[in-house]
Nanobody, 120 residues
Framework: QLQLVESGGGLVQPGGSLRLSCAAS????????IGWFRHAPGKEREGVSC????????NYTDSVKGRFTISRDNAKNTVYLQMNSLKPEDTGVYYC?????????????WGRGTQVTVSS
């Protein structure tokens, strides 16, 4: 069974960068499409980005296009989310999730999340 663990969150000033990692265990990551989601206080959880099995196809929500980059290294069983030019509205708990369809629910496997706080 796929198990996912996020890391790399923290406190960063506006305009700064963070790289989140989503490490898989229990089975090989290359059988799963992966999505990154975030949940901000008082808001619904939203999809941020997603990547297909090989990394050849990606999608981003409009608010992060040009600032965030999703990638994967199947040899390392890890998916990354590079976040640049961070804004306060990027604050939230970031989760990665695995599913069998590209950028579509259901996502059957979820990590516990990593907190990202963008503040001066």
């Amino acid at each position: 069974q796929l198990q996912l663990v996020e890391s790399g969150g923290g406190l960063v000033q506006p305009g700064g960068s963070l790289r989140l990692s989503c490490a898989a265990s229990g089975t090989t990551l290359d059988s799963y499409n992966i999505g990154w989601f975030r949940h901000a206080p008082g808001k619904e959880r939203e999809g941020v980005s997603c990547i297909n099995l090989t990394g050849g196809s990606t999608n981003y929500t409009d608010s992060v296009k040009g600032r965030f980059t999703i990638s994967r290294d199947n040899a390392k069983n890890t998916v990354y989310l590079q976040m640049n030019s961070l804004k306060p509205e990027d604050t939230g708990v970031y989760y990665c999730a695995g599913g069998v369809r590209f950028c579509s629910p259901p996502y059957n496997y979820w990590g516990r999340g990593t907190q990202v706080t963008v503040s001066s």
